[in-house]
Protein backbone atom coordinates (compact mmCIF):
# COMPACT_ATOMS: atom_id res chain seq x y z
CA UNK A 1 0.00 0.00 0.00
CA UNK A 2 1.28 3.23 -0.79
CA UNK A 3 0.14 6.91 -0.02
CA UNK A 4 -3.28 8.35 -0.55
CA UNK A 5 -3.82 8.93 -4.17
CA UNK A 6 -0.87 7.13 -5.28
CA UNK A 7 -2.95 4.93 -7.61
CA UNK A 8 -5.09 7.67 -8.77
CA UNK A 9 -1.94 9.20 -10.23
CA UNK A 10 -0.78 5.64 -11.78
CA UNK A 11 -4.03 5.57 -13.60
CA UNK A 12 -4.06 8.72 -15.04
CA UNK A 13 -0.18 8.26 -15.43
CA UNK A 14 -0.74 5.50 -17.53
CA UNK A 15 -3.58 7.31 -19.20
CA UNK A 16 -1.67 10.18 -20.66
CA UNK A 17 1.32 7.25 -21.55
CA UNK A 18 -1.31 5.78 -23.54
CA UNK A 19 -2.35 9.08 -25.55
CA UNK A 20 1.61 10.08 -25.96
CA UNK A 21 2.17 6.78 -27.20
CA UNK A 22 -0.65 6.72 -29.57
CA UNK A 23 0.41 10.56 -31.12
CA UNK A 24 4.19 9.42 -30.93
CA UNK A 25 3.22 6.11 -33.16
CA UNK A 26 0.98 8.54 -35.14
CA UNK A 27 3.46 11.03 -36.02
CA UNK A 28 6.62 7.92 -36.93
CA UNK A 29 3.66 6.73 -39.50
CA UNK A 30 3.25 10.23 -41.20
CA UNK A 31 7.31 11.08 -41.19
CA UNK A 32 7.67 7.65 -42.95
CA UNK A 33 4.83 8.72 -45.22
CA UNK A 34 6.53 12.23 -45.92
CA UNK A 35 10.13 10.85 -45.93
CA UNK A 36 9.30 8.04 -48.66
CA UNK A 37 7.04 10.65 -50.57
CA UNK A 38 10.42 12.89 -50.60
CA UNK A 39 12.60 10.43 -52.08
CA UNK A 40 10.19 9.09 -54.57
CA UNK A 41 9.76 12.82 -55.77
CA UNK A 42 14.04 13.34 -55.85
CA UNK A 43 14.75 10.00 -57.42
CA UNK A 44 11.95 8.77 -59.85
CA UNK A 45 11.27 10.02 -63.14
CA UNK A 46 7.93 11.80 -63.61
CA UNK A 47 5.82 8.86 -64.43
CA UNK A 48 6.97 6.30 -61.82
CA UNK A 49 7.00 9.70 -59.43
CA UNK A 50 3.12 9.89 -60.13
CA UNK A 51 2.40 6.70 -60.18
CA UNK A 52 3.92 5.73 -56.29
CA UNK A 53 2.40 9.07 -55.17
CA UNK A 54 -0.99 7.44 -56.19
CA UNK A 55 -0.40 4.38 -54.79
CA UNK A 56 1.48 5.90 -51.90
CA UNK A 57 -1.90 8.14 -51.37
CA UNK A 58 -4.02 5.27 -51.35
CA UNK A 59 -1.85 3.42 -48.44
CA UNK A 60 -2.04 6.78 -46.47
CA UNK A 61 -5.72 6.69 -46.44
CA UNK A 62 -6.23 2.77 -45.61
CA UNK A 63 -3.53 3.85 -42.97
CA UNK A 64 -5.39 6.62 -41.48
CA UNK A 65 -8.58 4.69 -41.56
CA UNK A 66 -6.69 2.09 -39.36
CA UNK A 67 -5.79 4.21 -36.98
CA UNK A 68 -8.81 5.83 -36.74
CA UNK A 69 -10.65 2.77 -36.05
CA UNK A 70 -7.93 1.22 -33.94
CA UNK A 71 -8.33 4.59 -31.78
CA UNK A 72 -11.82 4.14 -31.26
CA UNK A 73 -12.15 0.88 -30.26
CA UNK A 74 -9.80 1.59 -27.60
CA UNK A 75 -10.34 4.76 -26.38
CA UNK A 76 -12.29 5.08 -22.88
CA UNK A 77 -14.94 7.57 -22.58
CA UNK A 78 -14.57 10.19 -20.02
CA UNK A 79 -18.29 9.13 -18.04
CA UNK A 80 -16.41 5.52 -17.82
CA UNK A 81 -12.80 6.28 -16.36
CA UNK A 82 -12.46 5.53 -12.99
CA UNK A 83 -10.04 7.55 -11.09
CA UNK A 84 -8.67 5.10 -8.51
CA UNK A 85 -9.69 6.89 -5.46
CA UNK A 86 -11.39 5.60 -3.12
CA UNK A 87 -14.13 8.00 -1.11
CA UNK A 88 -14.94 7.46 2.75
CA UNK A 89 -17.99 5.72 2.41
CA UNK A 90 -16.03 3.20 0.16
CA UNK A 91 -17.52 4.32 -3.52
CA UNK A 92 -15.41 4.40 -6.37
CA UNK A 93 -14.13 8.20 -7.41
CA UNK A 94 -14.39 8.98 -10.93
CA UNK A 95 -11.77 10.62 -13.43
CA UNK A 96 -10.75 14.35 -12.80
CA UNK A 97 -12.88 14.94 -16.64
CA UNK A 98 -16.04 12.89 -15.52
CA UNK A 99 -17.44 14.39 -12.24
CA UNK A 100 -20.81 14.70 -12.12
Known amino acids: ?25 C ?5 FYVSASLYVIIMMNWLMMVLLLVLMLFSLHF ?3 ACKRIYNKFRLPAHMAVGGNFNVDGSIGRGVGAQM
Open 1 to 25: RGPDGSMERAVEGLALEYRITFVTF
Open 27 to 31: LGVFS
Open 63 to 65: TVS
